[in-house]
């Protein structure tokens, strides 16, 4: 008897988007009014930010879909400190405070990552390097570049939806 297979490939197509690791130490909402500004676009506070209940992390994120073009972008925090409450008491100056933080990354492979710029289309290289030289013409970014999304090894976490 024949044995047939269902290959489940076939059936789900793969994302395909493109990433820019931004570094820079402004505020979230500074930073995307800048790239509104250089890029033309109109990116908004999401409602929703992206969480993790297991570690009670949450990471800003800022969307604009662009329908003509059919192209979405993402600009999202890579940086999340965590307060919580520590066991041991510690006297300080002010009070017994009791508190310390912890900080998470979306991608942990890109820890000194502050930002992630995430563009939902298939992106020539020529348009990605435009992007590219636009956002480093912005004086508060320092440097910014493509990320290989092939290699990310929590490319999970960058599915916003």
């Given at each position: 008897?024949?044995?047939?297979?269902?290959?489940?490939?076939?059936?789900?197509?793969?994302?395909?988007?493109?990433?820019?690791?931004?570094?820079c130490?402004?505020?979230?909402?500074?930073?995307?009014?800048?790239?509104?500004?250089?890029?033309?676009?109109?990116?908004?506070?999401n409602?929703?930010?992206?969480?993790?209940?297991?570690?009670?992390?949450?990471?800003?994120?800022?969307?604009?879909?662009?329908?003509?073009?059919?192209?979405?972008?993402?600009?999202?925090?890579?940086?999340?400190?965590?307060?919580?409450?520590?066991?041991?008491?510690?006297?300080?100056?002010?009070?017994?405070?009791?508190?310390?933080?912890?900080?998470?990354?979306?991608?942990?492979?890109?820890?000194?990552?502050?930002?992630l710029?995430?563009?939902?289309?298939?992106?020539?290289?020529?348009?990605?390097?435009?992007?590219?030289?636009?956002?480093?013409?912005?004086?508060?970014?320092?440097?910014?570049?493509?990320i290989?999304?092939?290699?990310?090894?929590?490319?999970?976490?960058?599915?916003?939806?």
């Amino acid at each position: 008897m024949a044995v047939k297979k269902l290959l489940l490939d076939d059936f789900f197509e793969e994302e395909q988007f493109s990433l820019i690791g931004i570094h820079c130490t402004i505020e979230d909402f500074r930073l995307a009014y800048l790239i509104n500004q250089v890029l033309d676009l109109q990116l908004k506070r999401n409602k929703d930010d992206v969480c993790f209940t297991k570690d009670k992390s949450r990471f800003a994120l800022f969307d604009f879909d662009e329908k003509q073009q059919h192209v979405t972008y993402h600009l999202v925090s890579n940086i999340c400190k965590v307060k919580q409450e520590q066991n041991q008491s510690l006297n300080s100056l002010f009070g017994n405070e009791n508190f310390g933080s912890t900080t998470h990354y979306l991608l942990p492979e890109y820890k000194k990552v502050n930002y992630l710029l995430k563009i939902e289309t298939d992106l020539t290289i020529n348009k990605e390097k435009q992007i590219l030289n636009k956002l480093l013409e912005i004086p508060q970014v320092v440097t910014a570049y493509s990320i290989d999304v092939d290699t990310l090894k929590t490319k999970n976490n960058l599915i916003f939806d």
